[in-house]
């Protein structure tokens, strides 16, 4: 079974950063791709960011372009989301995700199969 486990969350202000971690039990090297994913209260689950191991190309969502920035450290079996420039509407929980099945964009939810239990951000204006 693989674990995920998410840290770094927590209330920040606006314009304010974070650094958010995914721990897991797995080499991400041996998954085709990773991808941090949010949920606000009351709105579908968003694709932010996601890294393709073969080639390390990285992917996120217009909505955090500019702001956010995927990485991995596969010595470590880590991944982090550096979350700049943070504001209101990022406020969210935000979750890891690992092992995707093949047939559509890194940025899917539906597509993978382990995920985290989820940090919380919130950011006060």
């Known amino acids: 079974q693989v674990q995920l486990v998410e840290s770094g969350g927590g209330s920040v202000q606006a314009g304010e950063s974070l650094r958010l971690s995914c721990a897991a039990s797995?080499?991400?090297?041996?998954?085709?791709?990773m991808a941090w994913f949010r949920q606000a209260p009351g709105k579908e689950r968003e694709g932010v960011a996601c890294?393709?191991?073969?080639?390390?190309?990285?992917f996120v969502a217009a909505s955090v372009k500019g702001r956010f920035t995927a990485s991995q450290d596969n010595a470590n079996n880590m991944a982090y989301l550096q979350m700049t420039g943070l504001n209101p509407e990022d406020t969210a929980v935000y979750y890891c995700?690992?092992?995707?099945?093949?047939?559509?964009?890194?940025?899917?939810?539906?597509?993978?199969?382990?995920w985290g239990q989820g940090t919380q951000v919130t950011v006060s204006s």
């Open positions: 995700a690992a092992v995707p099945r093949p047939g559509s964009t890194c940025l899917d939810p539906q597509i993978y199969t382990y």
């Open positions: 797995i080499s991400f090297v041996s998954s085709a791709s």
């Open positions: 890294i393709y191991n073969s080639g390390g190309s990285t």
